[in-house]
């Protein structure tokens, strides 16, 4: 009974980790930015902490007379710890900032610095939590003859809690509770493992360890150079998991979507393969005369499989295709063909990485003498290779490398050490055979993948996106593959956060980020829109904060107004090269001498930065992706409006056709919350397309000063989204100042803690229910107006052919022929004099 309880306890202390870890990212990233590198140092420091707690509780988990008890108080230490991060991390907010502000921001420096400010925020609960196996093994593990059994049962349990964890965190806490609301859910859990581990140490008596046949202090000679060498392939082993779980990670989210599910589902799958393979290795690992040889045996086979399974990415859009066609894109659906698919994919590599550790502490028993230090000492090289091995893979090898090379350096990393053990256990009896042509396999997979590689063109063709295109070219007739491979691609780079393709289509030019188009040459108008919009409400602005470049047509378009500076905040440093190929259309705004790009997250820029800026302008990708969220909450737009210099303004692009009408009205009352006058428009070209324009002053249009900036290259540029005259762009207007606070009404927050739209947009990715979304708002906004100044109605009287008019204030209303159906419909404007309605005599 006591055993099942502590098998329980460790079940749910595995739960507890994953969802600190995951917690603990989201509320770092949102202060060291979402790129690589930010998230790079975070996870360094938390397995940097494992580590360090790895090392230290082993030798006292042995000297341990009561270790439940240990047990215990290292979980509750692991509960307070983790109770007070978010005051510790509103500390290494206020530090960071500082260091930032006060000129600590070059590369290196700011790599350190957040490192370091990690590390003692997380070092208590990560440092305790690095005891817990040491310590609970040896009470578990009764007997020598079945040390294995009970390491690698135990390890299997905590690995299949991470899963859970990781499932339940991202699929119920997450959305239901909040962040801080699932830390202390997961704290609450922590704590209820802490009095149960209490309350069984109280009943039972002192375990007692039955130690080898062996002297436990010195160990053999002999036995030294072996077992360390066994923690070095460990260790090893840890450096190639890594490399295997970014790179595949980066392949798959271009076929499954890169939503917070899709890659909550991805690491699921990944956890669940480790305790497999540790309840499979659990099994045996007793009964082997020489389990390091048949490590070196497993090892053989991670490289292998993981180096021949790879090239199989390209064959899975057709299985996305069918369950999609099954089940209308049903979310369940999908996120289960999700699991299935990648765990299956990568079940021989995650379970051979699963089977190390029962196989290495067996194998380290009769040298170390002791249970903490067998199981500790050689968890602490594996997670030391974990923390080099998260840094290297994102930032240093995909964006050199690329995927297929990124992975067949794991493969030779597992290949070699699995030679490494073959020397070192020549002298032992076993047959060498296996390893050797496992080995002989895994070079030629690997040989046979770096040569060939993957297809850029199915990478980037997104079948997670344009489903409906691929399944017509399937009723057509024509292959999937052979659909995807109609694409011809002009630029591939796998860059930190993302992977970057340049596709040449029938009619110009589109840039993919991870298979989704986020810039063509077919959707300028949005492009154009976010530059001219906003600049020709505020006409006088002269130094602009544009968020995102992609393909740089809405900073080049930017740039045709007499800006003296743009900053223009890019996470993504592969988007550059990129954007060279769109210089026909964004007037090559990267040689115009006033841009500057800024490679940085813009979460991060503005939290940090000094600048303020007349106009920012932001057009982000979608929300359902992860990451991007943090673009469309309450925090970020308060940052922004202390970016603003008085009188300045902001333009929100937001996407209504991946809107429910709750999704728009929970956005639009959150930049509402932090803008007190906020604006909605939309024009004929892209009508789900919606820019919201925010101000802490009412917005008044000065017609003379439009009429002036629509000249010249402003006025070709703007006439192709259809800005002729002040008319045309007044007919964009959805909702004016009251009808926005009307329509918002009700609405709930978007906040860092409460994330509402990231997680409800991609369970509908699919039902596209943008029609009603965007009827709603019209409908919302019949009546909507602009009023004018005197001085101002009477230059827009002589612009509408009426001559001057000297009666006060007027009015200027969006005439929109079709509410029913918006899309194709020529918007303008007409000028309401007292009671006259005046529509302009004609348009340039």
């Not at 202060?31 to 790895?54: D, E, K, P, Q, R």
């Not at 199981?375 to 995909?398: K, R």
Request: glycine letters at 8%; proline letters at 6%.
């Amino acid at each position: 009974m006591a055993r099942r309880v502590v098998v329980l306890c460790f079940l749910l202390s595995g739960a507890t980790a994953l969802a600190y870890e995951i917690i603990w990212l989201r509320q770092l990233t949102l202060i060291f930015g979402a790129t690589v590198l930010g998230a790079g140092c975070v996870l360094a420091a938390y397995m940097a902490g494992l580590a360090c707690g790895n090392a230290w509780w082993a030798p006292r988990a042995d000297r341990a007379a009561r270790p439940l008890r240990l047990y215990a108080q290292l979980e509750f230490g692991v509960a307070l710890g983790a109770a007070v991060t978010p005051w510790l991390f509103d500390l290494v907010r206020l530090a960071y900032r500082h260091l930032f502000t006060n000129g600590v921001n070059d590369f290196e420096a700011l790599s350190l610095v957040r490192f370091v400010l990690c590390l003692p925020a997380l070092l208590l609960p990560t440092f305790l939590m690095g005891g817990t196996l040491p310590v609970l093994v040896r009470f578990y593990t009764r007997s020598v003859d079945r040390f294995g059994r009970g390491t690698g049962d135990l390890y299997a349990v905590n690995t299949l809690g991470a899963t859970l964890g990781t499932l339940v965190t991202g699929f119920v806490l997450l959305p239901q509770l909040g962040v801080r609301g699932s830390l202390a859910a997961a704290v609450a859990v922590n704590l209820l493992v802490a009095l149960l581990a209490w309350w069984l140490s109280a009943r039972q008596p002192q375990a007692e360890w039955e130690r080898p046949p062996l002297p436990s202090s010195p160990p053999e000679p002999a036995l030294l150079p072996t077992v360390r060498m066994a923690w070095v392939c460990f260790g090893v082993s840890g450096l190639a998991a890594m490399f295997y779980e970014v790179a595949w990670t980066r392949g798959l989210i271009q076929i499954f979507g890169n939503s917070t599910y899709a890659f909550t589902t991805m690491l699921a799958s990944f956890l669940v393969g480790l305790a497999v393979g540790a309840a499979a290795a659990a099994r045996c690992a007793d009964r082997l005369a020489s389990p390091l040889l048949v490590l070196a045996a497993i090892q053989a086979l991670v490289g292998t499989w993981a180096a021949a399974v790879t090239p199989l990415i390209e064959w899975l859009p057709p299985l996305f295709l069918r369950t999609y066609s099954q089940t209308g894109g049903a979310f369940g659906a999908v996120q289960f063909l999700q699991f299935k698919t990648c765990f299956l994919l990568m079940l021989p590599t995650t379970a051979g990485l699963g089977a190390v550790l029962p196989l290495v502490s067996r194998a380290s028993l009769a040298a170390t003498g002791g249970a903490g230090r067998s199981v500790g000492v050689p968890l602490a090289w594996n997670t030391v290779g974990t923390v080099v091995g998260a840094l290297t893979a994102g930032f240093l090898l995909l964006p050199r490398v690329g995927i297929e090379r990124t992975i067949g350096l794991g493969a030779l990393l597992n290949i070699a050490a699995a030679m490494a053990l073959l020397l070192v256990t020549r002298r032992q009896a076993g047959d060498r055979r296996p390893t050797l042509l496992l080995a002989g396999l895994g070079l030629l997979a690997v040989t046979r993948l770096v040569v060939f590689g993957l297809d850029p063109r199915v990478l980037a063709a997104g079948v997670y996106m344009y489903p409906e295109f691929f399944l017509a070219a399937r009723e057509a007739k024509v292959p999937v593959r052979e659909a995807m491979q109609q694409n011809r691609v002009v630029h591939y780079r796998e860059g930190y956060s993302s992977s970057i393709a340049v596709l040449a289509l029938p009619d110009g030019l589109a840039l993919q980020t991870n298979g989704k188009t986020d810039a063509s040459t077919g959707d300028l108008a949005s492009q154009r829109l976010q530059a001219h919009l906003p600049l020709l409400l505020k006409p006088e602005a002269r130094k602009v904060m544009v968020v995102g470049l992609a393909s740089g047509c809405t900073a080049g378009s930017a740039l045709l107004h007499p800006l003296e500076r743009l900053d223009c905040v890019e996470i993504e440093p592969a988007m550059l090269p990129a954007a060279r190929y769109f210089d026909p259309w964004n007037h090559r705004a990267l040689d115009d001498p006033r841009l500057h790009v800024l490679l940085q997250d813009a979460r991060n820029y503005v939290l940090m930065s000094r600048e303020r800026y007349d106009v920012i302008t932001a057009e982000p990708t979608n929300p359902w992706i992860a990451g991007v969220n943090n673009l469309f909450t309450l925090e970020y737009f308060q940052d922004c409006r202390r970016r603003l210099k008085p009188g300045g303004l902001m333009c929100q692009w937001m996407p209504a056709y991946n809107f429910t009408p709750d999704e728009l009205r929970a956005v639009l009352a959150t930049y509402q919350r932090v803008f007190p006058y906020v604006t909605v428009w939309a024009f004929p070209k892209l009508r789900t397309d919606f820019f919201a324009v925010g101000s802490t002053e009412p917005v008044v249009l000065d017609p003379a000063a439009i009429a002036a900036r629509l000249q010249g290259k402003v006025l070709a540029d703007a006439a192709e989204v259809g800005i002729l005259d002040l008319w045309r762009l007044v007919g964009g207007l959805v909702l004016d100042e009251p009808s926005t606070a009307e329509f918002c009404r009700g609405g709930r927050l978007n906040t860092d803690d409460y994330p509402f739209v990231e997680f409800t947009t991609p369970r509908h990715l699919y039902q596209r229910p943008s029609r009603a979304t965007v009827l709603e708002a019209y409908r919302a906004g019949a009546g909507s107006r602009l009023r004018l100044t005197p001085a101002a109605t009477s230059a827009a009287a002589r612009l509408a052919g009426a001559g001057d008019y000297r009666g006060g204030c007027g009015e200027l209303l969006p005439l929109h022929e079709d509410l029913e159906r918006p899309t194709g419909t020529l918007d303008t404007a007409g000028l309401r004099l007292g009671d006259r309605l005046v529509t302009p005599t004609r348009t340039r």
